[in-house]
T-cell receptor
Framework: EAGVAQSPRYKIIEKRQSVAFWCNPISGHATLYWYQQILGQGPKLLIQFQNNGVVDDSQLPKDRFSAERLKGVDSTLKIQPAKLEDSAVYLC???????????????FGSGTQLSVL | GDSVTQMEGPVTLSEEAFLTINCTYTATGYPSLFWYVQYPGEGLQLLLKATKADDKGSNKGFEATYRKETTSFHLEKGSVQVSDSAVYFCALKYPAQKLVFGQGTRLTINP
């Protein structure tokens, strides 16, 4: 079974530039998550989609971050403009969770490591 | 809100030592509890989970018991190996909701 695919693996940009990350979840997984993992900290949820609707984006800095999940499958996360403090690993995860589902585990991609200079 | 607190790291042990990584949680309901592991250069992987009080999750020699009375989910292994060196994350989750992670504990095992 293919896992969660993310690209690019690494990205280096200067502050105030824009950047986009892509995620392809496991086939059939209804729920997709984007997490931000700052060095030395646990991952923090940025946004959660169920199919193509947003379930939780309470911790997404909406003045600079945006995300979409087209047709309930792939997703992109964008930062515009980037700040130094956005340097982190951006993790995408997916799970089977759907209406009436039991508490499913999350499958994580390898992440995109972003460095903002 | 719900939260998870792990013991401070890093933790350094010798091979074959006994391991405990403490995890406590604060929750308004009855979430499932998880341990995820992140090996160097790899993504997060589920290590074990428990879905209700007194459940014991186990995998690869690791164990953790869901203790509602002490709101804890401590990770244990009787004899660690060099290959267990990684960062370990305790987390909680409700159905169809996000994983809430602790801050992670870096474990290094020396031969």
């Amino acid at each position: 079974e293919a896992g969660v695919a993310q690209s690019p693996r690494y990205k280096i940009i200067e502050k105030r530039q824009s950047v986009a990350f892509w995620c392809n979840p496991i086939s059939g997984h209804a729920t997709l998550y984007w997490y931000q993992q700052i060095l030395g900290q646990g991952p923090k949820l940025l946004i959660q989609f169920q199919n193509n609707g947003v379930v939780d984006d309470s911790q997404l800095p909406k003045d600079r971050f945006s995300a979409e999940r087209l047709k309930g499958v792939d997703s992109t996360l964008k930062i515009q403009p980037a700040k130094l403090e956005d340097s982190a690993v951006y993790l995408c995860a997916s799970s089977l969770d759907g209406e009436g589902a039991t508490n499913e585990k999350l499958f994580f991609g390898s992440g995109t490591q972003l460095s903002v200079l | 809100g719900d939260s998870v607190t792990q013991m401070e790291g890093p933790v350094t042990l010798s091979e074959e030592a006994f391991l405990t990584i403490n995890c406590t949680y604060t929750a308004t309901g009855y979430p499932s509890l998880f341990w995820y592991v992140q090996y160097p250069g790899e993504g997060l992987q589920l290590l074990l989970k428990a879905t209700k009080a007194d459940d014991k999750g186990s995998n690869k020699g690791f164990e953790a018991t869901y203790r509602k009375e002490t709101t804890s989910f401590h990770l244990e292994k009787g004899s660690v190996q060099v290959s267990d060196s990684a960062v370990y994350f305790c987390a909680l989750k409700y159905p169809a909701q996000k994983l809430v992670f602790g801050q992670g504990t870096r474990l290094t095992i020396n031969p």
